[in-house]
C-alpha cells in the first residue's frame, strides 16, 4: 500500500484568491514589521471588511497564513505590483500553503495543456481527488458538504489567478499572463514554483528576458 507523505491542509475555504484582500494584508505587514501587530491592526479597523468578528478572524488567518511563505520580495510585488502581478502572487502563495492547490495545478492542468487537451471536466478532478485520497486518508474523512466547498473555492482561485476560464465543462485551462517582475520573484525564492503558473523550470530563463 502507498505510504501517507504529509496530511494536507483542506481548511482553506475561508477565502478564496481575493488578490485585492491578500494586498491589504501584505501593507499592512509592511507597515508593521510584524504579523501579529500587522493582525491586530487589520482586525481592530476592520480592514478586512467582514460583517462579522468571527468572519474577520478566519478570513485573516487564511490570508496571513498563506503570505507567510512568500519572501520579502514577493510581498513588495503583491503590495505594490499591478493587479495581474497581485493576482499571481496571491496564487503562489496559496500554492506554497496548500500543497493540494499546487498538485492539482501542476499534475492536472498542466499536464493536460501539455497534451492539448484544455478542456476541464468534472470526472479529472475527481479522478485526481480518488489518487490522492489513497495517500491522504484525511480527504476520504471529508462530509460531501465540504469536498463541495473545496471543489468550489479551488475552481474560483484558478479562475481568479487566469488559470481557467468558463467555457465547456469546468472550464478550459489556459496559461496565465506572466510578467517579468513575477518570474523574478518566484526565482528569488525556487524555480520549482514556476510550475504554479505552467512554466517549466528549464523555459524559467528565457521567460526573464521577454
Given at each position: 500500500?502507498?505510504?501517507?507523505?504529509?496530511?494536507?491542509?483542506?481548511?482553506?475555504?475561508?477565502?478564496?484568491l481575493?488578490p485585492?484582500?491578500a494586498r491589504?494584508?501584505?501593507?499592512?505587514?509592511?507597515?508593521?514589521?510584524?504579523?501579529?501587530?500587522?493582525?491586530?491592526?487589520?482586525?481592530?479597523?476592520n480592514?478586512?471588511?467582514?460583517r462579522?468578528a468571527?468572519?474577520?478572524?478566519?478570513?485573516?488567518?487564511e490570508?496571513?497564513?498563506r503570505l507567510?511563505?512568500?519572501n520579502?520580495?514577493?510581498?513588495n510585488?503583491?503590495?505594490?505590483g499591478?493587479a495581474?502581478?497581485?493576482?499571481?502572487?496571491?496564487?503562489l502563495?496559496?500554492?506554497?500553503?496548500?500543497p493540494f492547490?499546487?498538485?492539482?495545478?501542476?499534475?492536472i492542468?498542466?499536464?493536460?495543456?501539455?497534451?492539448?487537451?484544455p478542456?476541464?471536466?468534472?470526472?479529472?478532478?475527481?479522478?485526481?481527488?480518488?489518487?490522492?485520497?489513497?495517500?491522504?486518508?484525511?480527504?476520504?474523512?471529508?462530509?460531501?458538504?465540504?469536498?463541495?466547498?473545496i471543489?468550489?473555492?479551488?475552481?474560483?482561485?484558478?479562475?481568479?489567478?487566469?488559470?481557467?476560464?468558463t467555457?465547456?465543462?469546468?472550464?478550459?485551462?489556459?496559461?496565465?499572463?506572466?510578467?517579468?517582475?513575477?518570474?523574478?520573484?518566484v526565482?528569488?525564492?525556487?524555480?520549482?514554483?514556476?510550475?504554479?503558473?505552467?512554466?517549466?523550470?528549464?523555459?524559467?530563463?528565457?521567460?526573464?528576458?521577454?
Amino acid at each position: 500500500m502507498p505510504v501517507p507523505s504529509t496530511t494536507y491542509n483542506l481548511s482553506f475555504t475561508a477565502a478564496s484568491l481575493r488578490p485585492e484582500l491578500a494586498r491589504i494584508v501584505s501593507e499592512c505587514y509592511l507597515a508593521e514589521g510584524n504579523w501579529a501587530k500587522a493582525k491586530n491592526r487589520l482586525l481592530a479597523s476592520n480592514a478586512l471588511q467582514c460583517r462579522s468578528a468571527a468572519s474577520a478572524i478566519r478570513l485573516e488567518r487564511e490570508l496571513r497564513q498563506r503570505l507567510q511563505t512568500l519572501n520579502h520580495e514577493q510581498i513588495n510585488l503583491l503590495a505594490q505590483g499591478t493587479a495581474e502581478d497581485r493576482a499571481a502572487m496571491a496564487w503562489l502563495a496559496v500554492c506554497k500553503h496548500i500543497p493540494f492547490v499546487f498538485e492539482f495545478a501542476t499534475e492536472i492542468l498542466m499536464e493536460k495543456l501539455v497534451s492539448h487537451d484544455p478542456v476541464l471536466r468534472n470526472s479529472d478532478y475527481e479522478a485526481y481527488v480518488e489518487s490522492k485520497a489513497l495517500l491522504h486518508p484525511e480527504i476520504g474523512r471529508l462530509t460531501a458538504k465540504s469536498k463541495n466547498k473545496i471543489r468550489q473555492v479551488l475552481l474560483r482561485m484558478l479562475v481568479e489567478a487566469g488559470l481557467l476560464e468558463t467555457g465547456n465543462a469546468l472550464g478550459i485551462i489556459q496559461r496565465p499572463v506572466v510578467s517579468p517582475a513575477v518570474v523574478r520573484a518566484v526565482t528569488s525564492d525556487n524555480p520549482v514554483w514556476l510550475a504554479a503558473f505552467f512554466i517549466p523550470q528549464h523555459q524559467y530563463a528565457d521567460s526573464l528576458v521577454r
